[in-house]
T-cell receptor, first 113, second 114 residues
């Protein structure tokens, strides 16, 4: 069965600092991997996705993620965070795309001035 | 509208009552998904509608949960005889039916069973 682990429940970083959110997955075949962001009172918004090809994917809002098959990881990074990045971030894995996505439990990001 | 619309945004119901949650997908999107987000949990897949195919109901937690999609557009998620453990945010998403198509999520319905 597929699963996603986000080991960090809550992360606090200073504005302007770099960010890395961890995601590890378990899946028996080539996974489709996603990062979503959920701001307070909002629905989920897709940041980026990996299906195949280049293992470093670029997303919206200056985010990027790197797929490392050997480590079963898909960590999300941003070189310099902004106060508006404060939100909850979810990593997800799916067999073909969007259907039956398995989500991690999320990482809440707090930004301090 | 431009996005996925869900109604109501909030619903408080008494234990044992039935509730209906509505989802209006983005026009032209033939794939529709329901997920449940419980406090401190990730999102849990419930059901998936794909065009005219039979829905994938494998994520529905019990036979108290059902969903339908009329005319390939609006979907209704029904929970019968609600229990306190049903309290959660129910999220709907829609997308085009092709690999790699982005799923767009609604803002969800927060259900509280008292």
């Amino acid at each position: 069965a597929q699963s996603v682990t986000q080991p960090d429940i809550h992360i606090t970083v200073s504005e302007g600092a770099s960010l890395e959110l961890r995601c590890n997955y378990s899946y028996g075949a080539t996974p489709y991997l996603f990062w979503y962001v959920q701001s307070p009172g909002q629905g989920l918004q897709l940041l980026l996705k990996y299906f195949s090809g280049d293992t470093l994917v670029q997303g919206i809002k200056g985010f990027e993620a790197e797929f490392k098959r050997s480590q079963s990881s898909f960590n999300l990074r941003k070189p310099s965070v902004h106060w508006s990045d404060a939100a909850e971030y979810f990593c997800a894995v799916g067999p073909f795309g969007n259907e039956k996505l398995t989500f991690g439990t999320g990482t809440r990001l707090t930004i301090i001035p | 509208g431009a996005g996925v619309s869900q109604s109501p945004s909030n619903k408080v119901t008494e234990k044992g009552k039935d509730v209906e949650l509505r989802c209006d997908p983005i026009s032209g999107h033939t794939a529709l998904y329901w997920y449940r987000q419980s406090l401190g949990q990730g999102l849990e897949f419930l059901i998936y509608f794909q065009g005219n195919s039979a829905p994938d109901k494998s994520g529905l937690p019990s036979d108290r949960f059902s969903a339908e999609r009329t005319g390939g557009s609006v979907s209704t998620l029904t929970i019968q005889r609600t229990q306190q453990e049903d309290s959660a945010v129910y999220l709907c998403a829609s997308s085009f039916e092709r690999v790699g198509a982005e799923a767009f999520f609604g803002q969800g319905t927060r259900l509280t069973v008292v």
